[in-house]
């Protein structure tokens, strides 16, 4: 069974970069055909991808963070992270990490529980 | 960008057919997804691929996608079954998410 566990700061400051860190267990990062994704959720709004990373290292971003996102791995650890700079209000939101088939489908079959980040000086 | 729209919610009695949709345009091309999230939860996958279910998830829960319209339909609808419902596609490696539907079961 694979699971997903999410933590890093609850509260962030505005103008500073958002960290957060996914450890996996029961499967390793590294091998076999899967995306490890963040995902995010403001309070009573739609789920919003923020971007990938794969079992090769790749990345890809939604473009509408691109320019402020960074995920990178730590295979030795199995863990994955997002980094965000320049945060503000706006984002501040539950942050999950996920798991995806590397497939046509990007199904999100394991999903961590969850971490609330509040961006607030 | 690739965007995906659904019905904000929706009401059935138990023992009913509960039907929610997602829009997207030529959406019959390209596979959906369909999560549940109950309150304070994290999502879980009802149905992946359009139509198939992961182990573990009932019967009663279904997918089809054609056209621009993906649907997801509860037979029988249980009381658990109320939460909020998202449909997911991918689009030029972009994952979208619509709206989500709340699903209240009367």
């Known amino acids: 069974q694979v699971r997903l566990q999410e933590s890093g700061p609850g509260l962030v400051k505005p103008s500073q970069t958002l960290s957060l860190t996914c450890t996996v267990s029961g499967g390793s990062i590294s091998s076999g055909n899967y995306y490890w994704n963040w995902i995010r959720q403001p309070a009573g709004k739609r789920l919003e991808w923020i971007g990938r990373v794969d079992s090769r290292g790749n990345t890809y971003y939604n473009p509408s963070l691109k320019s402020r996102v960074s995920i990178s791995e730590d295979t030795p650890k199995n863990q994955f992270s997002l980094k965000l700079a320049s945060v503000t209000a706006a984002d501040t939101a539950i942050y999950y990490c996920?798991?995806?088939?590397?497939?046509?489908?990007?199904?999100?079959?394991?999903w961590g529980q969850g971490t609330l980040v509040t961006v607030s000086s | 960008s690739y965007a995906v729209t659904q019905t904000p919610s929706v009401s059935v009695s138990p023992g009913q057919t509960a039907t929610i949709t997602c829009s997207g345009d030529k959406l019959g091309d390209i596979y959906v997804s369909w999560y549940q999230q109950k309150p304070g939860q994290s999502p879980v996958l009802v149905i992946y691929k359009d139509i198939n279910r992961p182990s573990g998830i009932p019967e009663r829960f279904s997918g089809s996608n054609s056209g621009n319209t993906a649907t997801l339909t509860i037979t029988g609808t249980q009381a658990m079954d109320e939460g909020d419902y998202y449909c997911?596609?991918?689009?030029?490696?972009?994952?979208?998410f619509g709206g989500g539907t709340k699903l209240t079961v009367l």
């Open positions: 997911q596609a991918w689009d030029s490696s972009v994952v979208v």
């Open positions: 996920a798991r995806a088939v590397d497939d046509s489908a990007y199904s999100l079959d394991y």
